[in-house]
T-cell receptor, first 112, second 115 residues
């Protein structure tokens, strides 16, 4: 079962690039890495997912090194509206059931 | 847009009561999930279901049961509520057709207080 570790909090100024790293040392061969964003009083919302190397969409990039023991969510030029909690999720299957392991989340505060 | 709705945003119950939390999704998703969210602990999976009448235990199933009689509806049951079950409960759904349990769509959550 892949356990994930993320920083508890991060601060950033508006307009900067923010990188949030998640460690998942026990990731299995078939596991995927997914990131979610959560605003107060709302459910989490999917941002991006990947298996290896680099994935980019309109809001973020996800970098996964060759050993896949960590991943980095990159948010370009953050704004105040990016203030939220970001969760790293490792999704895998094995032994007749599926494991979904959320990290404890990183609270990002964007400062004007 | 996928919509996941939960029966209540706020709920107050007394210790020992039987509590039902209902979740409905409108996108014909195969998978449905129940999580609880507590400060400092993140989201923890209680149960999930990959088909009607099928269920699998998550990380913290003790004290909970679930029911999935129809594809669109997934219920979380607290047989005898206790104060340590005071929490935010989140329901989610996802489609097998996109592969793995990657993109989950979450409801707004139910904040349950057990007195």
């Amino acid at each position: 079962l892949a356990k994930t570790t993320q920083p508890i909090s991060m601060d950033s100024y508006e307009g900067q690039e923010v990188n949030i790293t998640c460690s998942h040392n026990n990731i299995a061969t078939n596991d995927y890495i997914t990131w979610y964003q959560q605003f107060p009083s709302q459910g989490p919302r999917f941002i991006i997912q990947g298996y290896k190397t680099k994935v980019t969409n309109e809001v973020a990039s996800l970098f996964i090194p060759a050993d896949r023991k960590s991943s980095t969510l990159s948010l370009p030029r953050v704004s105040l509206s990016d203030t939220a909690v970001y969760y790293c999720l490792v999704v895998g299957s094995g032994a007749g059931s599926y494991q979904l392991t959320f990290g404890k989340g990183t609270k990002l505060s964007v400062i004007p | 847009d996928v919509k996941v709705t939960q029966s209540s945003r706020y709920l107050v119950k007394r210790t020992g009561e039987k509590v039902f939390l209902e979740c409905v999704q409108d996108m014909d998703h195969e998978n449905m999930f129940w999580y609880r969210q507590d400060p400092g602990l993140g989201l923890r999976l209680i149960y999930f279901s990959y088909d009607v009448k099928m269920k699998e235990k998550g990380d913290i199933p003790e004290g909970y049961s679930v029911s999935r009689e129809k594809k669109e509806r997934f219920s979380l049951i607290l047989e005898s509520a206790s104060t340590n079950q005071t929490s935010m409960y989140l329901c989610a759904s996802s489609s097998l057709r996109t592969g793995a349990y990657n993109e989950q769509f979450f409801g707004p959550g139910t904040r349950l207080t057990v007195l």
